[in-house]
Structures are given as structure tokens and as C-alpha cells.
């Protein structure tokens, strides 16, 4: 019973959030507020979610950095310093996948609607060139999603080695574990690196992308 009953239930929640999603959508538009605005928006705010964890992260990188420097003082602190940069890179990255998400589910309702809409033409030629508009258009977000879910999924490695850290010196509070985690530095540094600079492409794409959607 239970394994018939959880499916059903899935399916339910389904259809309540996309009859919610509708209604929302809906109710934007009648205010004149259109699904394309709402995309753009959503797309600047992953930019600024991006921002917002590259300095987190360049943040949790310098307290790693001044933490494997000093001798046994203040371990304790240290710690609980690189713990709070810890958490709060997490959080940001967790902010960065909520708002990509978000893109995502106002974009498909966006292109779903606009091929619905190409029937509605009575003219092939502006048919036609709609129809190139919105293929051009699902060709640059193709290459802009596939930049934003780049940059998320290095955030994991980072988020993963300072979380190491983080419970390595939460069981050895003394000198000869700060010691053994200085040969971890130039990994996390390059990882960190590789993390922002896939964030700065990441936030140009967005830019040039909403750019051209405004042009449009």
C-alpha cells in the first residue's frame, strides 16, 4: 500500500507547485509583469548570488591561510572563525543553486509559452521569424545554463575541503595538526581560483545574456 500511496502523492505535490507556478505567472502578467522580466530578474540575481559566494569564498580562503600560520594561540578561535566562513560559504553556494533553479523553472514556462504562441500567427513570415528568435534564444540560455551549472559544481570540491579542514582541527586543536594542513593550501588556493574565475565568466554570460534579451 505504502509504495502505491508515495508515488501518488509525488504526483499530487507535482501538479499542486506547477498550478501554483502558473497562478503566479499568471498573476504577474496581469500587472504587467511578464514571464521574459521575471527571467531576467532571475538571471541578474544568480549573478549577484555568484558575486556574493566568490567573495565568500576568497573570505573563507584568507581565514584558512592566516589560520595555518600561527602557532598553538587561539587555535580555538581560529577554528570557530574558519567554522563561520565554512557555513557561510555554504549558504552561499546553497543561494547560488536555489536561484539557478529559479531560472530554470521561469525559463521553461517562458519557452513553453512562446512555442505555444508561434501557432497563433497568421502570418508564416513573422511566424518564421519568431520561430528563429526562439531558437537563437534557447541556443544562448543552453550556453549561459551550461556556464552557471559549471561554476555551481565547482563549488562542491571547495565547499568539501574546507568542511575537512573544518572537522580536522575540531579533533586536533594543536600546533602539529595547523602543521599538517599546510601542504592542503595550494590545493584549496587552486580550487578556489578555478571557482571564482568560473564565476566571473559565469556573471559576463549573464550580463551579455540579458543584455540581448532586453535588446530584443
Not at 576568497?58 to 577554528?79: F, G, H, P, V
Not at 509559452?113 to 513570415?125: A, G, H, I, N
Not at 549561459?144 to 570540491?157: D, G, H, I, T
Amino acid at each position: 500500500m505504502i509504495s502505491i500511496v508515495r508515488p501518488l502523492l509525488a504526483s499530487i505535490l507535482l501538479v499542486v507547485l506547477t498550478g501554483c507556478q502558473s497562478m503566479y505567472y499568471g498573476a504577474m502578467e496581469k500587472v504587467g509583469y511578464h514571464k521574459r522580466d521575471i527571467m531576467v530578474d532571475r538571471v541578474e540575481e544568480v549573478s549577484e548570488a555568484q558575486s556574493d559566494a566568490k567573495e565568500q569564498f576568497s573570505s573563507a580562503l584568507e581565514r584558512y591561510q592566516s589560520l595555518i600560520t600561527i602557532k598553538d594561540q587561539d587555535l580555538l578561535d581560529k577554528y570557530n572563525a574558519l567554522n563561520d566562513e565554512f557555513e557561510d560559504s555554504k549558504a552561499a553556494a546553497e543561494k547560488v543553486s536555489d536561484r539557478i533553479d529559479a531560472v530554470e523553472d521561469v525559463s521553461e514556462a517562458l519557452f513553453d509559452e512562446w512555442e505555444e504562441e508561434l501557432k497563433l500567427y497568421t502570418s508564416s513570415s513573422l511566424r518564421e521569424q519568431s520561430r528563429r528568435k526562439i531558437t537563437t534564444t534557447k541556443k544562448k540560455y543552453g550556453q549561459l545554463m551550461k556556464s552557471m551549472r559549471s561554476a555551481e559544481a565547482k563549488m562542491e570540491p571547495v565547499l568539501n575541503a574546507l568542511q575537512d579542514q573544518v572537522l580536522f582541527l575540531k579533533h586536533n586543536l594543536n600546533a602539529r595538526a595547523i602543521d599538517s594542513l599546510k601542504g592542503e593550501l595550494r590545493t584549496i588556493e587552486s580550487d578556489v581560483a578555478r571557482l571564482i574565475k568560473e564565476m566571473e565568466k559565469s556573471i559576463a554570460e549573464s550580463e551579455e545574456f540579458i543584455a540581448e534579451l532586453k535588446e530584443g
